[in-house]
T-cell receptor, first 112, second 114 residues
Framework: GDSVTQMEGPVTLSEEAFLTINCTYT??????LFWYVQYPGEGLQLLLK?????DKGSNKGFEATYRKETTSFHLEKGSVQVSDSAVYFC???????????FGTGTSLTVIP | DTAVSQTPKYLVTQMGNDKSIKCEQN?????MYWYKQDSKKFLKIMFS???????INETVPNRFSPKSPDKAHLNLHINSLELGDSAVYFC?????????????FGPGTRLTVL
């Protein structure tokens, strides 16, 4: 069945460091891929998305490219800030149904 | 302005009690969901309704009963609460499937069972 596997955390980085959080997926067809972010004490909110192969989603300095050949959607940011401290979830939707599949979440802490 | 709202935000109760959590969305979406997030942040789908019809019903104890009076509301009733029910419960909504859709989440309800 469909699934998402993402890098286990927690991840701790210094401010201005480069961030990569790996995400790979298993799905039939051509799913849409998402990264959601959950700040402390809040609900999940969409960070970025990509709906077809080779699409790049970007927002707030974060980027992820939909790679069908490697079934991956890795999240990157060139220079993290303390305010990026949150839990990041990779997710997919198959576009033909209402089921969303979430990864286990990766906790990021950025220290000054 | 709130897109997906939940009440209450915090719920502290004793084992064995019955409680409800309410969810409302003003986005005009057709589909609503309940998720449970445990202390390790793992997110588990519980239920999904599409236009008031139950379409996803994962392996959840039958003490949990969702109710959708209309497509803008999805409530969660929990009978005979147990310690293991302590978690954060998130409501979400999305447009009708059939293309690239995203989910919109509520702020969560933190349930603590003592």
């Amino acid at each position: 069945g469909d699934s998402v596997t993402q890098m286990e955390g927690p991840v701790t980085l210094s401010e201005e460091a480069f961030l990569t959080i790996n995400c790979t997926y298993t799905a039939t067809g051509y799913p849409s891929l998402f990264w959601y972010v959950q700040y402390p004490g809040e609900g999940l909110q969409l960070l970025l998305k990509a709906t077809k192969a080779d699409d790049k989603g970007s927002n707030k300095g974060f980027e992820a490219t939909y790679r069908k050949e490697t079934t991956s959607f890795h999240l990157e940011k060139g220079s993290v800030q303390v305010s990026d401290s949150a839990v990041y979830f990779c997710a997919l939707n198959r576009n033909t149904g209402n089921q969303f599949y979430f990864g286990t979440g990766t906790s990021l802490t950025v220290i000054p | 302005d709130t897109a997906v709202s939940q009440t209450p935000k915090y719920l502290v109760t004793q084992m064995g009690n019955d409680k409800s959590i309410k969810c409302e969305q003003n986005l005009g979406h057709d589909t609503m969901y309940w998720y449970k997030q445990d202390s390790k942040k793992f997110l588990k789908i519980m239920f999904s309704y599409n236009n008031k019809e139950l379409i996803i019903n994962e392996t959840v104890p039958n003490r949990f009963s969702p109710k959708s009076p209309d497509k803008a509301h999805l409530n969660l009733h929990i009978n005979s609460l147990e310690l293991g029910d302590s978690a954060v419960y998130f409501c979400a909504s999305s447009p009708q499937a059939g293309g690239p859709v995203e989910q919109f989440f509520g702020p969560g309800t933190r349930l603590t069972v003592l």
